[in-house]
């Protein structure tokens, strides 16, 4: 594997860095997104190169593995189906092959195979701790998979291993938008305590020999980041929550130092920004989606892949004028400015987050005559730009001569943001992140999605709002970690719960087959590594796969993001 990087070297394609210019990442007015300098130090992935080239290898090989994804190559051999490097198996684990016999066309089975993997995991990680290699050691530094370090020193003098534990309960924190323009992903929450009531129902959490029920604490913040530093600080003086989890980048952001410094697990955050694979600098935060990076530069190689007639291409952008939105034009650009035989000209048009409408943006893109046009947007403003690519004629002129209209992963609902746009959502591609939609009739027939939804119903809440299903696509890793740790010496503590998360390997249910599910100390920042390519059929009401799932597990390099300037360092 490092000599493939090595070789990458020589081109001009270099593995995505995002170092763009200081075109920042401030949600407006609200924070956070520039207020604390992040550490640049970038986290070692033992790669270094070894051979003739010497020092100067190294430091270009240190260089080319910052980004946030994979490199290039690797992701251009994987969406071409020359891929044959990697490590994971097509189950989406790295279990050995006697150990994935289990029938995942049945809940009983998928139930069974999570108990085995939870059971590996737990064991291999208790022997670790039992032999001094894992765990808190006596100067206070916490060992983990993979040179995973977090110095417990470091940590508040009042900091406890068991605070949000109590008698009864384990109390997690959550921020999110249940109101404003993103609104609709407050509904992720609802979705996730539906499944937390099922666990403390059907399989209970176990503190010392006892159930503890998982209890949610959601706090509204309107995707205003200051808002978000204000709940933080409230869930961690006020309810003395075990862990907390964010939605949106620059909320996140905001608030993601902060944690660290407190030594408070946010895991699983409801992000793909590049910046939560960081397990040096920000250890106690990781992600779940794939990052932004990895689908920027997927839809470039989508573009070089199946627009060959057409190259190079004019691609317009609508990008949301925020850390998040900036994310994905940062990305694309970089991968635009290597890739100048594919993309002629690159426009990004951003937009107000809170904007009520997209017209005049949406003029913009129409006026540019772009060949692709990608919505680099979130919420209601991905229906917005359907809706406003088929009023003003983009649609029509982007089909015509054979281009193609991308919608982002985070808007892969086909609920919210695809059945209202009715028929100009038609033909939309999306790099969709591997996930399903369990509105989706391809899947509803499936085991665990109508586990789901019969979970979903029997609350009396709607199966037909898939952003519910969304909650059990960041509840089921959640819950599979708090069980992981529970079982390790000490039991559940937030030590041991981040042990957990940085060591998980599972077969995600509500992933396509072929999407790996894993962390990896700090070689692997990344949970989720892979995407389909899916178009959407309006008619159908479902989103088509095309070609082959692109997983390049394990292969993403770590983040050390730089708030100030943007970019990976």
């Not at 990442?25 to 956070?32: A, L, T, V």
């Amino acid at each position: 594997m490092t000599k493939r990087r090595m070789w990458r070297l020589l081109a001009v394609l270099f593995a995505f860095s995002l170092v763009a210019a200081a075109c920042g990442g401030d949600d407006d007015d609200e924070g956070g997104a520039s207020e604390t300098e992040t550490e640049t130090t970038a986290a070692s992935t033992g790669d270094d190169a070894t051979d003739d080239d010497g020092e100067m290898m190294e430091e270009e090989e240190e260089q080319s593995s910052l980004g946030g994804a994979a490199s290039e190559e690797d992701i251009e051999a994987a969406v071409s189906g020359e891929d044959d490097d990697g490590d994971s198996d097509d189950d989406g684990g790295m279990m050995e092959e006697d150990e994935m016999m289990f029938d995942r066309s049945t809940l009983q089975g998928i139930f069974d195979e999570a108990a085995a993997r939870r059971d590996k995991t737990a064991a291999e990680l208790t022997e670790k701790i039992e032999s001094g290699e894992y765990g808190v050691g006596d100067d206070g530094i916490l060992r983990g998979p993979a040179g995973f370090e977090i110095d417990m020193n470091a940590c508040p003098d009042d900091w406890s291993n068991t605070t949000g534990i109590t008698d009864s309960q384990v109390r997690i924190g959550h921020t999110t938008a249940q109101s404003g323009n993103l609104a609709a992903y407050g509904n992720i929450a609802y979705g996730w305590e539906n499944y937390f009531d099922w666990l403390n129902e059907n399989d209970p959490i176990m503190v010392g020999g006892a159930p503890r029920e998982l209890t949610l604490i959601i706090k509204d913040d309107a995707y205003v980041a200051a808002q978000t530093i204000e709940f933080v600080d409230e869930l961690i003086e006020a309810e003395n929550v075990f862990s907390i989890l964010t939605l949106g980048s620059p909320n996140t952001l905001a608030v993601y130092d902060k944690l660290n410094e407190e030594c408070i697990p946010q895991p699983f955050v409801m992000t793909g920004h590049p910046a939560w694979g960081d397990p040096v600098n920000h250890p106690w935060t990781t992600g779940m989606q794939m990052s932004y990076s990895t689908e920027s530069i997927l839809w470039g190689a989508w573009i070089k892949e199946n627009l060959s007639d057409l190259l190079p291409v004019k691609v317009a952008g609508l990008v949301m004028d925020n850390d998040f939105g900036l994310a994905y034009e940062l990305g694309f650009h970089e991968w635009a400015e290597a890739n100048p035989d594919v993309v002629s000209e690159y426009l990004p048009v951003r937009h107000d987050p809170a904007a009520p409408t997209l017209t005049n943006e949406m003029t913009t893109v129409a006026a540019f005559e772009p060949d692709v046009f990608i919505s680099m947007t979130a919420g209601n403003p991905c229906l917005l730009a359907i809706q406003e690519a088929g009023q003003s004629g983009l649609y029509d002129d982007i089909n015509a001569k054979g281009g193609a209209l991308f919608t982002p992963s985070v808007c892969k609902g086909i609920e919210a943001y695809m059945k209202p746009a009715g028929d100009f959502a038609h033909n939309w591609w999306i790099v969709g992140g591997g996930s399903k939609d369990t509105t989706d009739p391809k899947h509803v027939d499936e085991p665990f999605i109508k586990f789901v939804n019969d979970n979903l119903e029997a609350a009396e809440l709607d199966p037909s709002v898939s952003l519910y299903g969304i909650g059990y696509t960041f509840g089921y890793p959640y819950g599979e970690a708090l069980r992981v740790a529970a079982e390790l010496p000490g039991g559940l503590n937030r030590t041991n719960f981040i042990l957990a998360v940085r060591a998980i390997d599972i077969y995600s249910p509500l992933h396509l087959d072929g999407i790996s599910a894993q962390l990896n100390g700090s070689a692997d920042g990344y949970f989720i590594e892979g995407s389909d390519f899916s178009l959407f059929d309006a008619d159908a009401q479902t989103w088509d796969i095309i070609g082959e799932i692109v997983d390049v597990n394990g292969l993403s390099s770590n983040c050390a993001w730089d708030k100030d300037n943007g970019g990976c360092r």
